[in-house]
């Protein structure tokens, strides 16, 4: 326990005739928590809550939030002011270090992330194993755990070693990125260029080809750059929380993160924002308002859930919807920008917030259900959306394996459960059974 959780009181529980007195503490911004770490040792009970919907796995001073009053901070910077006024390399040095860096801080960051950006030649052969139609987010988290192979990673981990890894790690998930969209359209690999920034550079691997300049258009290179921004972290999310499992373990940062980039591809994660834009393809091409596909949400025979809808921790808003529906807005507005299915979202939006089954349920627009629309108009194709997720989350997993990592001690994930299997019984020769 660090000092900055502030001992409250004590609370009591009584168990069989028996009361216990479990400490009680207070964050910095005014969340409480009991202390049941001895609660096994002192009583036989474990706690049970399923999916950790009521847990605190560890301190954290990277990201802070509050789902009812939709607040957002890394580092106690609100998410809106970072949307609007800041880049996102300088908001990764942030979560990584922090504090904001200064001018000298982050141009020494930038070139170290563009002279980090090139993965090793011999890696290139890889790409060419994946069949056709591989999905880049197994692309992804393949290579990343490789990067270990052609990286390794010292038992001990200086200071200096440590800082050069997280490099490779935020620049070089951008160039394997790139790298995989080609391979998938039969292109030749485009290498990162020096002449670029982070977000730049990556539009320039994904689009330019020795026949074709790529024009980079302004707007769309600072939608990206919020996108990423507005993706860098949000506490211990599932993927996040992987990658502090994972990394619970003393596994290397490459696995580590590789298993924070699986965890992530799932479609009620990262992978919604590839689902967002499929639904709504598919209601642009049924022709319909939505209400159907609103009312098979509401089914849960129908297997199916509103995308981009519902979150686990916000209950009133996600505030980086609202900045990312406004720069949808915004970008959508352009002369020749034009996207038939910001309608279709606008309306589904307007519907569901209407109705009692979203409304009763506390479902709000969450950060999927307008940035898809924002890496259509940047020609991002949808198998991709999640990559870009990835891309934008490494600043934030990586920040919080170090916290993991310099924190007063590494304590290995290892929850408990509830038993419900067979009790013993006895082996029975094959021939009885
Ligand atoms: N459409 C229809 N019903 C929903 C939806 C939805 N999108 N989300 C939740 N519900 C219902 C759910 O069926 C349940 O109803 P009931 O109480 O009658 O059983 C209730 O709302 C609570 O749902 P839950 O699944 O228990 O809530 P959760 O906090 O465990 O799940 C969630 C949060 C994000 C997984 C869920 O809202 C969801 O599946 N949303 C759609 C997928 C999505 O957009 N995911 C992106 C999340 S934001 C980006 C990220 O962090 O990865």
Redesign the pocket.
């Given at each position: 326990m660090t000092d900055n959780l502030k001992p409250l009181s004590t609370a009591t529980l009584t168990l069989e005739d028996k009361s216990y007195s479990l400490p009680t503490l207070m964050g910095v911004e005014g969340e409480k928590s009991i202390d049941i770490s001895k609660l096994r040792a002192q009583t036989g009970y474990i706690t049970l809550d399923e999916?950790y919907?009521n847990t605190g796995a560890c301190e954290s001073s990277i990201t802070y939030i509050d789902g009812e009053k939709g607040i957002l901070r890394y580092r106690g910077y609100p998410i809106e002011e970072l949307a609007e006024h800041s880049r996102f390399t300088e908001v990764a040095y942030l979560l990584l270090h922090g504090e904001l860096p200064t001018v000298d801080q982050l141009n020494l960051f930038s070139k170290r992330l563009n002279e980090s950006s090139i993965i090793h030649e011999d890696m290139h052969h890889f790409f060419n194993g994946f069949p056709r139609g591989s999905h880049p987010m197994g692309i992804l988290a393949t290579m990343v755990a490789s990067l270990s192979t052609f990286y390794p990673v010292p038992d001990v981990l200086d200071e200096a070693t440590e800082i050069q890894i997280v490099a490779n790690l935020v620049s070089q998930v951008r160039t394997i990125a790139a790298f995989s969209y080609k391979k998938s359209i039969g292109e030749p690999l485009v290498y990162p260029s020096i002449k670029y920034r982070y977000v730049r550079n990556f539009l320039n691997m994904m689009f330019s080809s020795p026949v074709r300049d790529y024009q980079l258009d302004d707007d769309i290179v600072r939608a990206i750059d919020m996108f990423l921004i507005l993706h860098a972290d949000?506490e211990q999310?599932?993927s996040t929380s992987s990658v502090r499992t994972a990394g619970s373990s003393m596994a290397n940062v490459y696995a580590v993160t590789s298993a924070g980039i699986s965890a992530?591809w799932g479609?009620?994660?990262?992978g919604?924002n590839q689902?967002?834009i499929q639904m709504l393809e598919q209601i642009h091409a049924e022709g319909g308002d939505g209400t159907e596909f609103i009312n098979q949400?509401?089914d849960?025979n129908s297997g199916?859930?509103?995308?981009?809808?519902?979150?686990?921790v916000y209950k009133n808003f996600?505030p980086r919807a609202k900045v990312l529906k406004k720069q949808c807005d915004k970008l959508l507005n352009k002369p020749g920008m034009n996207d038939p299915l910001l309608e279709i979202a606008m309306r589904l939006e307007e519907i569901a917030l209407k109705d009692d089954?979203?409304i009763s349920?506390k479902?709000y627009p969450?950060?999927?259900?307008y940035s898809g629309l924002i890496l259509r108009a940047a020609g991002i194709p949808t198998n991709m959306f999640t990559v870009l997720?990835a891309i934008g989350r490494m600043p934030g997993w990586l920040a919080h394996w170090r916290e993991m990592l310099h924190g007063k001690q590494v304590t290995i994930t290892r929850p408990r459960q509830m038993y419900v299997g067979e009790t013993e019984r006895h082996f029975v020769d094959i021939e009885n059974r």
């Open positions: 999916g919907g949000h999310n599932c992530l479609p009620r994660h990262g919604a689902e967002v949400a509401k849960k199916r859930r509103l995308m981009g809808f519902g979150h686990r996600d089954y979203f349920r479902l969450n950060v999927d259900f997720f």
